[in-house]
């Protein structure tokens, strides 16, 4: 279980093709304080410490995360949004993220709004009942609140954040661009609800 308060940058040093993927990340973590089989949500998905040593990580990517993670995430250089795995009594300073994600979203937008940023994604329409104004969302590996929802003519759903100065200078979200393809996990208490309507409409 995770927050989506981001902790430390890293960026993939090495990447080797074996039966999964492994990845070695860089890291400013105390790794002799991380202990082999630890969770460690990278960019939002949610992995597996299989080795490490002084400064670096390393984490197997299977085939079916690579597949539902944005396109170019897993290679050499990439940078990655890290948080370690929250310990009971941790403040809950974002929202609760699971490291599953839900979804890729691209960007449409960026435009200046005060200090901050003001960032539009396109995503497509099975994720639109999960993403509401004022509700929280998680943009690769990041709590933010969504500002607005609007649903495309084409079919998709449109939603926008704003990132403040603190964020872009602590997260990847710094480097998006239109066209950037990012991880979206949806609140997990939106998940259970849609799901219990679900039913509920079922009995009627």
Known sequence: MFTGIITDVGHITRVETRGD????VSTSYDTPEIDLGAS?????????????????LAFDVSGETVHRTGQGQWTE?????????MKLGDELGGHIVTGHVDGIAEVIGIRPDG??????????????PFLAAKGSV???GV???????TDADDGSTHFAINIIPHTQAVT???????GSAVN?????????????EHYRAKAR
Do not use: H
């Open 40 to 56: 460690v949500a990278c960019s939002g998905v949610c992995l597996t410490v299989v080795d490490k040593g002084p400064n670096w």
């Open 172 to 178: 990847t979200l710094s480097d998006l661009a239109p």
């Open 184 to 196: 979206i996990e949806i609140d997990v208490l939106a998940r259970y609800l849609q799901r219990m």
């Open 115 to 128: 200090d901050s940023k003001r960032v539009s994604f396109r995503v497509s329409s099975d994720l639109a």
């Open 138 to 140: 998680t943009v690769d």
């Open 143 to 149: 709590s933010l609140t969504v500002n607005e929802v």
């Open 21 to 24: 993927t492994r990845v070695v």
């Open 77 to 85: 250089g990439r940078r990655l949004n890290l948080e370690r795995a």
